[in-house]
């Protein structure tokens, strides 16, 4: 006999004892808040993306002279504090660094999260988000964009591959879907293979940022090929492994779900202390390597950078308190034995590295080249991000929160207690020790 199974329709009361069993006391976790909070950006931020996608580039504020602005600022520094995805997992998995491979799973979780920010912000950069395909299909080899294209979406792919051993060992997926949980896993067998790959096609696409830039003969103060190129490659990936031992240890201090080995982060914050200066020493060089002289446009960018509206970031936010102060933090012993002092001082590196970014970025529109009959004059140009850029810029850095805290939460990417620790000394036997000390 079949038996009819009853629809089960919820009660009014049902209902209520569901929110106050469940809702009410996890709206009550900071966690939760902290999640709901970045959603309302996000929300905020896909409504002013639909209406750049409606009404096009005329929403912002960028012009013929000013082509790249907040977007491609914001674009620039996910690349940059994504590259720890890169070099930690270079390190670790090429150079054999076992103490290493826990932590580059969460360099590779960031990473892929940082790339993901950047690609958002290109598709509303080039105005037709539904032609994103044509750099891929209609090749320009002599472009330094096409190269950066490519490679940037070569090294995504990669990075995703990476990422799903991650997602494989998430709860619903091993418990609901076991099968397809351990192929997502058994891809980690070929991480080393695709730590090389990754480590070529970052490499690649670093330094040629850098080189978009500065092959520009008509913004003057960009036109440093080689410089800006090393300049860009260096900064990543200080700015990574910066990031990457500042989320982790951040998220020990927060969550018991995150574990680390601070003896290995320890040892990374004083290799970015040391990289600091070194970067510190490449930029300064840099920047006196100038023309002391007059030179149209390019003397006018540099006065504005180091005198004019962008001297505080360039001080303060970029060289100070980003680069020397954390040297100092790092290097010293007395400094770097404080954890909240060396938090701060990895905080401040990443800060540091988006400045750069960002001066970059912008003092190079800020003047330009006008040619006039017989001579070149420079010409000053002016940009405030629109309302819509900012939303949108908000809300795409609100997606990267929210991720790394979800990663952190429940994807278990910050688990460094794998790494095996130096055995401990073997006790002495009882008949070994003299009697004199029994």
């Known amino acids: ?81 994504a590259a720890g995805a890169f070099s930690v997992s270079a390190i670790a998995y090429l150079l054999r660094k076992k103490e290493l491979q826990p932590v580059a ?56 591959m990476e990422v799903i051993p991650i997602l494989g060992h998430w709860h619903p997926v091993e418990h609901r879907f076991p099968r397809i949980s351990a192929k997502m896993v058994g891809l980690h067998r070929i991480t080393p293979v695709l730590a090389f790959i990754g480590l070529c096609l970052s490499t690649l696409h670093q330094s040629s940022l850098g080189l978009t830039y500065g092959k520009l003969v008509a913004r003057p103060i960009w036109y440093r090929p080689w410089p800006m190129a090393i300049t860009f490659y260096v900064s990543a990936i200080i700015g990574g492994i910066a990031l990457v031992t500042f989320i982790s240890l951040l998220s020990s201090k927060l969550t018991p779900q995150a574990k680390v080995n601070k003896r290995v982060l320890e040892k990374m ?106 001579s070149q004059v420079p010409l000053f140009t002016n940009y405030t991000p629109s309302l819509v850029e900012i939303l949108t810029g908000a809300g795409v850095i609100a997606y990267g929160l929210l991720a790394v805290t979800f990663g952190v939460r429940y994807l278990n990417v910050i688990n460094h207690g794998e790494v095996v620790e130096a055995p401990a000394e073997a006790p002495v036997p009882a008949a070994m020790v003299p009697s004199s000390s029994r």
Not at 24 to 52: D, H, Q, T
Not at 65 to 70: C, F, H, I, Q, S
Not at 143 to 155: I, Q, R
């Open 1 to 81: 006999m079949i038996q009819r199974v009853m629809k089960y329709r919820p009660t009014k009361q049902d209902i209520q004892r569901f929110i106050q069993d469940t809702v009410v006391p996890a709206s009550r976790e900071p966690v939760v808040r902290w999640m709901a909070f970045l959603s309302i950006f996000i929300v905020a931020g896909v409504g002013a993306a639909l209406v750049v996608f409606i009404k096009g580039l005329g929403v912002t504020n960028l012009t013929d002279l000013v082509p790249w602005g907040l977007w491609i600022s914001i674009d620039l520094s996910a690349i940059a504090l």
């Open 269 to 374: 914050a004083i290799g970015v202390g040391w990289a600091v200066l070194f970067l510190l020493a490449l930029r300064w060089w840099d920047l006196m390597n100038m023309p002391v002289g007059y030179e149209p446009a390019k003397t006018e960018a540099l006065h504005i950078l180091t005198r004019g509206r962008l001297a505080f970031n360039f001080w303060w936010l970029e060289i100070i308190l980003g680069m020397v102060v954390p040297a100092i933090i790092l290097l010293v012993p007395f400094f770097r034995r404080n954890e909240r002092l060396r938090m701060l001082a990895l905080a401040l590196v990443a800060i540091g590295v988006v400045a750069y970014r960002w001066d970059t970025n912008l003092v190079g529109q800020l003047v330009v080249y006008g040619t006039v009959p017989g």
């Open 105 to 160: 799973k969460t360099a590779v979780f960031v990473g892929f999260i940082g790339y993901s920010m950047a690609m958002m912000m290109l598709l509303l950069d080039i105005g037709r988000p539904d032609r994103f395909w044509h750099g891929f299909v209609f090749w320009n080899i002599h472009s330094p964009l096409w190269e950066v294209t490519m490679c940037v979406g070569l090294y995504f792919t990669v990075l995703t």
